[in-house]
């Protein structure tokens, strides 16, 4: 049985902060009929000896979620740095002292049906975040399935945009493989590629490299993917490349793993009931999962631009929405 999420107190809901009961909207509304939206996907990492929550590429998250919305052609009133302090604000009135996930969502707000067109649609933009721990629990030796669902073409749906309709590709792939007994799936595009998992990038280890499906493989451009490339770059000199890659490729990698911000860094050690490699954690994972552990929480100075702390930015007189009472 899921776990229920627990609810927020607050909701960044049409410009303001108000109590997340407040944040509705009515059944007919168009996001909610016909997918119309799009969301991002953002975590805090409470760093204890700073006593501080870090907030982990926000800037980069929030552009993405702009052209998402760009993509769906969604105009909305705000620039990355409105969002980001609507965000700090968020988070102060919510009082997180702890890891958290973000959720801003922008989605077609007029309470219509019949008009599909999106061209000069109203829009409304929320944000909500919650306390949150992991999201694929076992996350150090994950039995994965290749989907029988084929990942979206980004000629039906706009791949690399998080749209809040395409979701049920991966809500119907993420639902056979539990029902399977799988912790989740893994995607092959329309010419037979890896495409990537439910929710997060694939990477796989081979002959010494790590290599990762490139953006044109109908993946979703992600912020942790873009970050793992440069850590294995810079940090643990360790050839990556992006290019497509075969499913047969799987059985042969020495390790396979995901990243994205909800899941962060999962082993995955068997495939379809095939061991990955030695079938435990390989040295690339294992080295990948303790350098990210210590940068998104601030404590790698080289990558601390990386890392946003919402209460010092706030001792820093960042501007901030108003709050409804």
């Known amino acids: 049985m899921t776990t229920p999420t627990p609810l927020p107190e607050y909701a960044f809901f049409d410009g303001r902060i108000v109590p997340y009961r407040e944040a509705r909207v009515g059944v007919m509304t168009h996001g909610l009929q016909y997918g119309t939206g799009c969301f991002g996907g953002l975590r805090g990492f409470w760093n204890r000896a700073e006593e501080e929550l870090f907030v982990f590429r926000p800037h980069d998250h929030f552009q993405r979620f702009l052209e998402s919305a760009r993509l769906l052609s969604l ?26 996930y973000i959720r801003p969502l922008a989605f077609a707000a007029e309470e219509r ?48 945009g998080k749209v809040s309709g395409a979701y049920v590709n991966t809500a119907l792939a993420k639902t056979d493989a539990q029902r399977g007994g799988f912790d989740d799936a893994i995607f092959l595009d329309q010419n037979g590629h890896v495409s990537e998992a439910s929710a997060a990038n ?22 942790t993917r873009r970050s793992i490339l440069d850590m294995l770059r810079e940090e643990l000199a360790i050839p990556a490349i992006e290019r497509s ?9 020495d390790e396979v793993f995901l990243a994205g911000t909800g899941v962060q860094i999962v082993s995955v050690t ?19 999962r303790k350098l990210n552990a210590e940068i998104v929480r601030g404590e790698v100075p080289r990558y601390r631009r990386w890392c946003w702390p919402v209460y010092a930015s706030a001792a820093a007189g960042a501007p901030a929405p108003a709050i409804a009472r």
């Open 202 to 223: 694939l990477f796989i280890v081979r002959n010494g490299a790590v290599a990762t499906p490139p953006v044109t493989d109908n993946i979703l451009e992600g912020i």
């Open 270 to 288: 068997r495939i379809d009931h095939r061991p990955v490699g030695t079938g435990r954690m390989g040295p690339v994972t294992a080295s990948l």
């Open 113 to 160: 049906i019949g008009a599909l067109g999106l061209e000069g649609m109203r829009s409304a933009v929320s944000i909500v975040a919650i306390p949150f721990s992991k999201y694929i629990e076992n996350d150090l030796g994950a039995h994965v399935k290749i989907s029988a669902w084929r990942r979206i073409d980004d000629n039906m749906i706009p791949a690399r």
């Open 245 to 253: 890659i075969d499913r047969t490729e799987l059985s042969l990698a």
């Open 75 to 100: 105009e909305l009133p705000y620039s990355v740095d409105d969002l980001v302090a609507a965000l700090g604000s968020l988070l102060r009135q919510e009082g997180l002292r702890a890891d958290c």
